[in-house]
């Protein structure tokens, strides 16, 4: 028997593909775009960041932490008992880079926009004021990709997904 062939998956957005999605992007989609692309944040971790507690604008540290319950997160984890990063290592502080200088910029022209208090969501989805559900913001990032004109999807040859921004961040 002879084995099926394989059509390789893209792990990394290519340099044009990122070009092409900043550039199509409204504010708050530069703010998770570069969040993911300089951070290689997973997306429930940048759903669940909230102001002061997981992202201090004073000190550009952005912790990756385990929170109990809270009836404004659509999710199962937080519903239940509370939202845990995905592994024991997932728990970690990230210092936000001064350079390049866009995250922190991107970030600051976020919260000009979409303000929130201390212990809120810091990334909320901007129809709904609410924090991201993990469909809803694939969804929104399949909206820009067809804005953008890159295609989008594991199965479509030369896709991408935000995961792949993930190891966009770690191969760069």
């Not at 893209?10 to 993911?36: D, F, G, H, M």
């Not at 009836?71 to 936000?96: D, E, N, Y």
């Not at 976020?110 to 809803?136: K, M, Q």
Request: glycine fraction near 6%.
């Amino acid at each position: 028997v002879e084995p099926a062939e394989r059509t390789a998956r893209v792990e990394t957005a290519s340099e044009e593909q990122v070009l092409a999605l900043l550039a199509a992007a409204e504010i708050y989609q530069e703010a998770y775009l570069r969040a993911y692309l300089h951070l290689g944040l997973r997306e429930m971790e940048l759903a669940h960041t909230r102001l002061h507690a997981d992202l201090d604008l004073e000190t550009w540290t952005w912790r990756i932490q385990p929170r109990g319950p809270d009836a404004r997160c659509p999710c199962i984890q937080c519903q239940g008992t509370g939202w845990a990063p995905k592994t024991r290592r997932s728990h970690r502080t990230l210092h936000v880079p001064e350079v390049p200088t866009a995250l922190r910029a991107a970030i600051l022209d976020y919260l000009d926009l979409y303000p929130c208090e201390p212990g809120d969501f810091v990334l909320r989805n901007p129809r709904t004021g609410r924090i991201w559900h993990a469909r809803s913001l694939a969804d929104d990032f399949a909206r820009l990709c067809a804005r953008a004109g890159v295609r989008y999807g594991r199965d479509a040859p030369g896709g991408i997904t935000l995961h792949t921004l993930r190891h966009t961040c770690a191969t760069a």
